[in-house]
């Protein structure tokens, strides 16, 4: 086992849907009797090669209709939680998208209630502690957004916050300023992919109009040096994604991954896998990746680790014990 697998870490940027293995996919077709348009394990597994982001979002929504009961969503979230253990992961704040089972008619009652199941299971097996986030997509219209939170409402004890996924390019944060504040209103935490491939101005709007406490990517502030200093002054964390961010060629490879630059200038970096399934592999194998191809050491590691649990929202006692 690679010696960064046993890093203590925290991982702040991963779509439960997005850890549906090819296998999980056959498996979950089989119980609930569904087709897969793919002959078999290995061709579902030769089609995850992506442009951009759009192109790998459809593959993304299309795998997750398999995805139907609650012991469905509770064995995805188990797979995930027994890869990621095996890699350092101890504690993960879990991005979920409602409106993508909503809009093939999986009550929101079934995903909750699977996504709970398995998050228990997680505490049990491992001692993971866990929060989920709900994204809004952005690319659907904003009314659903704001009726995703109505229905979210009543489950606000089981959340920790709300986030902003999908395709960036065109629907800006500023569209979501007024669910934002409804969230808020609730208690919830929150945070929105800005900069993966959107421009710097839609990392300003999720800080000034959302309000959001971390920014998820954010690898394009750097085109921006006012916005570096600021997010540096206040110690807003980014959960970058090094391996999403090759295999949906927002850089050609690691090597050339802006992480030392982000740190350099001061930033609260984090490691995160995103859609491990689909991007080649979970958060330990971010870290080695990191290592081999930019040269990150032993030391440099520890950092982005720390800054794992520092960016977290994690209660006080447990970010003790795991710093
Ligand atoms: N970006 C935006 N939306 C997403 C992603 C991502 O990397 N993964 C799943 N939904
Ligand atoms: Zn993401």
New binding site residues.
Partial sequence: MDPLFTLPKAEL?L?I??TLEPELVFALARRNKLAVPFPDVESLRAAYQFDD?VS??GL?YSCMDVLRTEEDFADLVTEYADRAAAQGVRHVEM?F?PQAHTSRGIPLDVVMAGLTLGVERARATHGMSTGLIA?FLRDRPVVEAHQTLEALAPHADALLGVGL????VGYPPSLFTDVFREARGLGLRVVA?AG??GPPSYVWEALDLLGVERI??GVRVLEDEALVRRMAVERMPLTV?PL?NVR?RVVPDVASHALPALLSAGLVATVNS??PAYFGGYVGDNFVALSRDLGIDRDGCALLARNSFLASFIDEDRRKELL
């Fill in positions: 940027h779509h849907e997005g982001l790998f979002l993304y991005f998208d994204c996924d999908s395709a960036e992919h993966e491939e998820d990517h994604c999403s949906l995103d859609d």
